[in-house]
């Protein structure tokens, strides 16, 4: 490689284009983290500039990464794609497109000198856009053509560029308006040469032996925080290039460019296991497809850069294989299924927050897609794995070996020999099955024993015990098609305690001495068990407040729509509220989960 230090007005005034590749990162420079030093600094070396002459000591840019591309021949212009800097390169020509702005209000002869930094000359191009020096990814050039012309449209869109533009704009005016010894124009000329003299920047110039991905990662991934995601986009798009057999735009619209939407950008979890949906989806697909354990975004770019070194493929076909995974994701995440169960299914386990079964669930839904593992066998495969994962929350089993468990059953699946149309699903379940001690599938008689004795309330996340009895719920709808078919949000209703826990006023317990106290801590060894627990709309539940069983159930039967609490109403069993009803209704509860999440046997 070769490297110089270059001031901008050197560097700007070459007769070239600096091309942002395709698949860079969007613009993400702001007011507030960049565009407010900038000023800062520019203005401070204007000053310098002012006081010390020739002797005003350089401002230092940081450094661009260039690669040579095959020379424009219509134009006879420079290509260089830039591998990195693009933030930088970009903010600069937004700040002297604001300079030029204010030349030509004032007059000011800089206005010539200004605008040969940001266009080549007209008489060795042949279009608008090979005019200007600067050209953004393919996506944002029509909006760059707009921000660099000197007429802004009478309603631009709300775009970095724009913001960017107007930001310097009213920053450099209001500066060169302020009361001083110098006038309007000496000052605005001084701020003008202090940008092209004394803002300097390292220039790299790529040779054909330099790796410019291994140059981006030391400049990028070991220093700046760039996504996971942005690191193994430009990995994998550089190897594209270096394989030159591909249109990398082509590439780029086809199988990537749906990932620039802020869906993608969003992020899943919560504290510092947040991570944006593409990070996610790029783990759990290198899972899904390699021989070993990969799912850690944190260590995502060098998993990903060793599995490219190892998997011979072309980068065509992972990108196109990428590109499927992304729409089973977005099934999942999205809610895109078509089975009301499946996506119900789905739906819980995203709920419960398990990203480590995701590789199983995308591979299934792509041998799905491929006829590998017919529909049926899918979603028996899908129904079990939620049947696993609701039994381990309400049986408290570790999650501490998730990722491993899921991650044996997924290559067991994979074995040679298990891809005909119906064994795929019968060799996941076997698998379940077979696990034992603290990976094991809860039996029948452990989740009734949990669901009897076992404190919920207490112990486990209130949107959990919503997913349970909505289960429930959905199930006791279902087993009689004479009730109506009905959709209930249950996020949207309260957890309520039949018993209340401030039960003394009006339940109180008739016995004295030691029996009162031993019944009193009997009867709070049983207020937070599932039997004592149902679900209300918000109203309804202060209305129930501490009030007594024959109150509470008279409320219930005037408002009530949920098959559980009907039951609650008409059933004689619970005439009678107390601690054995408590015990009985969890075992009646559990009769229902168990077929709401059945576990499979084999023999």
């Known amino acids: 490689m070769k490297s110089e230090t270059y001031t901008l007005g050197k560097l700007l005034l070459f007769q070239r284009r600096y091309v942002i590749p395709t698949f860079q990162r969007d613009y993400e420079w702001t007011r507030d983290d960049q565009w407010e030093l900038l000023i800062e ?36 212009l420079e290509l260089h794609s830039v591998i990195d800097g693009q933030q930088r390169l970009t903010t600069i020509h937004l700040l002297i497109r604001a300079l030029l702005d204010i ?62 533009r107007a930001f310097f704009y009213n920053k450099i005016s209001n500066y060169i308006k302020e009361p001083n010894t110098s006038s309007l124009q000496t000052t605005f000329d001084d701020l003008v ?51 030159e057999q591909y249109d990398i735009n082509h590439l780029y619209d086809q199988y990537w460019g749906s990932f620039d939407d802020k869906w993608w950008k969003q992020k899943v979890g919560s504290g510092h296991a947040a991570r944006a949906h593409t990070d996610r989806l790029l783990a759990a697909w290198l899972t899904a497809v390699s021989d070993k354990p990969m799912y850690d975004t944190k260590r995502l770019y060098g998993q990903m850069r060793r599995y490219l070194a190892t998997c011979a493929l072309e980068m065509e076909l992972v990108l196109s294989e990428i590109s499927e995974y992304a729409n089973h994701y977005q099934d999942i995440y999205a809610q895109r299924i078509e089975s009301p169960r499946i996506a119900t299914a789905l739906h819980r386990i995203r709920e419960l927050g398990y990203v480590t079964v995701i590789p199983l669930l ?18 028996q495969a899908v129904l079990d794995i939620e049947s696993y994962l609701i039994r381990r929350v309400v049986t408290r089993d570790s999650t501490r070996e998730y990722a491993k468990i899921f991650w044996s059953i997924l290559q067991t699946a994979r074995q040679p020999g298990q891809s005909s149309s119906d064994q795929i699903n019968v060799v996941i379940r076997e698998a379940f099955c077979r696990l034992e ?61 039949i018993m209340p826990q401030k039960w003394e006023d009006n339940w109180r317990i008739k016995a004295e001495g030691n029996e009162l106290l031993l019944a009193k801590q009997r009867r709070n060894d049983h207020i937070h068990r599932i039997g004592n627990l149902t679900l209300l709309n918000s109203p309804l539940n202060k209305l129930q407040s501490n009030h007594s069983w024959t109150n509470k159930r008279r409320a219930l039967q005037q408002f009530t729509t949920l098959r559980m609490n009907i039951d609650l109403i008409q059933n004689s069993k619970w005439d009678k509220w107390n601690e054995k009803t408590i015990t009985d209704r969890g075992r009646f509860l559990a009769a229902y989960a168990t077929r709401v999440w059945p576990r499979a046997t084999i023999d």
Request: glycine letters at 4%; a negative charge; proline letters at 5%.
């Open 41 to 76: 600094d520019f203005i401070a070396a204007a000053t310098r500039l002012n006081t010390f002459t020739d002797k005003a000591s350089p401002h230092f840019l940081g450094a661009i990464v260039l690669d040579q591309m095959p020379p424009d021949k219509a134009a006879g």
């Open 103 to 164: 030349a030509m209000e004032t007059g000011s002869t800089k206005d010539k000198q200004l605008r040969r930094l940001l266009r080549n000359p007209d008489d060795l191009v042949e279009s608008e856009q090979e005019t200007h020096k600067l050209l953004p990814r393919r996506r944002d050039r029509k909006v760059w053509l707009n921000v660099m012309a000197d007429k802004l449209p009478s309603d631009p869109i709300s775009h970095p560029y724009y913001k960017g």
């Open 193 to 243: 040469d202090s940008l092209l003299t004394l803002f300097k920047v390292v220039v790299i110039e790529l040779e054909d032996e330099d790796d410019a991905q291994v140059i981006f990662e030391v400049l990028n991934g070991r220093q700046t925080p760039l996504s996971a995601s942005d690191l193994v986009k430009n990995l994998i798009f550089l190897r594209a290039e270096r394989e």
């Open 362 to 379: 995308l591979w299934l839904k792509q041998q799905a897609t491929y006829g590998n593992l017919e529909t049926s066998g899918y979603e």
């Open 437 to 497: 001690g603290s990976a094991r599938w809860p039996s029948d008689k452990t989740l009734i024993d949990c669901f009897e004795r076992n404190d919920f309330y207490a112990r486990m996340a209130q949107y959990v015990i919503k997913i349970i009895l909505g289960g429930i719920e959905e199930q006791i709808r279902s087993e009689n098609p004479q009730i109506e078919k009905a959709i209930v949000n249950y996020n949207n209703l309260t957890i309520e305690h």
